[in-house]
């Protein structure tokens, strides 16, 4: 069972950047997905990495603005977030799966069975 801990969140202003951290004993034998939640909305992915790093995936709704990386000699997953906005308020999610192969991102939500406590992140307009 990996212990997945989150960092990095903050209140920020609109437009502004930030770098959210994910890291665990192991994690680097992982696929990765960066999660977030709003009040009062589900849970949805905003961004996913595959083991080796060379495959990843974002939401429509951050792509271009947000990049997953990972430095698996740190155990480490990054998600840096550029040109935040007001909608990007949320509190923030990473979460672990076991791979199919090293090179696949993995979406499906129900296979991510480690899942940190979560950083808040705050977008001020």
């Known amino acids: 069972q990996l212990q997945l801990v989150e960092s990095g969140g903050a209140l920020v202003q609109s437009g502004g950047s930030l770098r959210l951290s994910c890291v665990a004993s192991?994690?680097?034998?992982?696929?990765v997905g960066w999660f977030r939640q709003a009040p009062g909305k589900a849970r949805e992915g905003v961004s996913y990495?595959?083991?080796?790093?060379?495959?990843?995936n974002y939401a429509a709704s951050v792509g271009g603005r947000f990049t997953i990386s990972r430095d698996n000699g740190k155990d480490t997953v990054y998600l840096q977030m550029n040109s935040l906005k007001p909608e990007d308020t949320a509190v923030y999610y990473c979460?672990?799966?076991?791979?199919?192969?090293?090179?696949?991102?993995?979406?499906?939500?129900?296979?991510?069975?480690?899942w940190g406590q979560g950083t808040q992140v705050t977008v001020s307009s």
């Open positions: 192991g994690l680097g034998w992982y696929a």
């Open positions: 979460a672990a799966a076991d791979p199919f192969n090293t090179n696949t991102v993995v979406t499906a939500r129900e296979k991510y069975t480690n």
């Open positions: 990495i595959s083991v080796s790093g060379r495959s990843t």
